[in-house]
Nanobody, 125 residues
Framework: QVQVVESGGGLVQAGGSLRLSCTAS????????MGWFRQAPGQEREGVSC????????YYADSVKGRFTISRDNAKNTLFLQMDSLKPDDSGMYYC??????????????????WGQGTQVTVSS
């Protein structure tokens, strides 16, 4: 009954911005570490960012640090990923995931149990 739904993906030129949203239901949202992952065709799924339950702690992969910002609105059970200065290498399917109540949490797929279906991000050069 847990549902995780991403939105906000699309096609954008290099240097542009996108804001992804993720709405979760059927779980105690404010008790879950939340994360964003991405996967390009033929590539392994990689962690992008994660955020602690109250939003007080965040982690970013080196490849996106300084360009992406993760945030959450617990009152609305919603997670966000603001993506600025996008590069072609940022292209891929972006997934929202809910993890455990433990922080810190390794940003790897095995640490997260509930997943959305993904939203496609394509950055053209």
């Amino acid at each position: 009954q847990v549902q995780v739904v991403e939105s906000g993906g699309g096609l954008v030129q290099a240097g542009g911005s996108l804001r992804l949203s993720c709405t979760a239901s059927g779980l105690t949202f404010d008790d879950a570490v939340m994360g964003w992952f991405r996967q390009a065709p033929g590539q392994e799924r990689e962690g992008v960012s994660c955020i602690s339950q109250s939003g007080g702690n965040t982690y970013y992969a080196d490849s996106v640090k300084g360009r992406f910002t993760i945030s959450r609105d617990n009152a609305k059970n919603t997670l966000f990923l603001q993506m600025d200065s996008l590069k072609p290498d940022d292209s891929g399917m972006y997934y929202c995931a809910a993890g455990s109540s433990v922080w810190p949490l390794q940003l790897r797929p095995a640490s997260f149990v509930y997943w959305g279906q993904g939203t496609q991000v394509t950055v053209s050069s």
